[in-house]
């Protein structure tokens, strides 16, 4: 058994001691999932990864609050975030900037595929925009700017307003980065 399947098993036994069900189905990344207490099976294998890890995280750390969507918050915005500034940055926003003429082309596909709801924003901002709910109380809002003559590409990630209720704030970083990571897949496949 690998250290992450170990540290995914742990906290599956915790959360299933404070449960009364023998598994649990959600959509997680944008795939069918279903968790017990002895592992994460994402469209029907077993996960092992990181992703595992933050399904398992979020299982473990459910109060049973309800999602709250806006404000939105800026991972800046949070306290103790200075630390994941920079990699936050780099792995969750920039690495999308090189595919958001595709993201703009296929952005229904993407969001049917993350279970998005049609939500209007209080704040209209960039040439478009998603939500995508990676895990079912937590929502990340994209924001794109395309390309003109005058300025790149640009993306923002903003985390829907009680998300840090749901994970901890390194493994909110996590989920980002995993999530940007899927859009990639989904546009590429």
Same mark, same amino acid.
């Given at each position: 058994?690998?250290?992450?399947?170990?540290?995914?098993?742990?906290?599956?036994?915790?959360?299933?001691?404070?449960?009364?069900?023998?598994?649990?189905?959600?959509?997680?990344?944008?795939?069918? +999932?279903?968790?017990?207490?002895?592992?994460?099976?994402?469209?029907?294998?077993?996960?092992?990864?990181?992703?595992?890890?933050?399904?398992?995280?979020?299982?473990?750390?459910?109060?049973?609050?309800?999602?709250?969507?806006?404000?939105?918050?800026?991972?800046?915005?949070?306290?103790?975030?200075?630390?994941?500034?920079?990699?936050?940055?780099?792995?969750?926003?920039?690495?999308?900037?090189?595919?958001?003429?595709?993201?703009?082309?296929?952005?229904?596909?993407?969001?049917?595929?993350?279970?998005?709801?049609?939500?209007?924003?209080?704040?209209?901002?960039?040439?478009?925009?998603?939500?995508?709910?990676?895990?079912?109380?937590?929502?990340?809002?994209?924001?794109?700017?395309?390309?003109?003559?005058?300025?790149?590409?640009?993306?923002? +990630?903003?985390?829907?307003?009680?998300?840090?209720?749901?994970?901890?704030?390194?493994?909110?970083?996590?989920?980002?980065?995993?999530?940007?990571?899927?859009?990639?897949?989904?546009?590429?496949?």
């Amino acid at each position: 058994m690998s250290s992450y399947e170990k540290l995914i098993v742990e906290n599956l036994k915790k959360a299933f001691a404070k449960r009364n069900e023998p598994e649990i189905s959600i959509r997680a990344f944008a795939e069918p +999932c279903i968790v017990r207490p002895y592992g994460v099976f994402i469209s029907g294998n077993k996960d092992t990864s990181p992703v595992g890890i933050i399904i398992s995280l979020y299982l473990l750390h459910d109060s049973g609050e309800e999602l709250v969507l806006e404000p939105f918050v800026s991972i800046k915005d949070m306290p103790g975030s200075m630390l994941y500034h920079g990699a936050f940055h780099q792995n969750v926003e920039l690495a999308l900037v090189p595919y958001v003429e595709d993201i703009y082309k296929k952005r229904g596909h993407i969001m049917e595929r993350f279970d998005s709801r049609d939500h209007r924003f209080s704040e209209e901002t960039g040439d478009f925009s998603m939500l995508l709910f990676p895990l079912p109380k937590i929502a990340l809002r994209y924001i794109f700017y395309l390309p003109d003559e005058e300025f790149p590409a640009s993306v923002t +990630c903003l985390f829907s307003n009680n998300a840090s209720s749901f994970l901890p704030l390194d493994v909110l970083a996590d989920l980002a980065e995993y999530t940007s990571k899927k859009i990639i897949d989904i546009i590429s496949g």
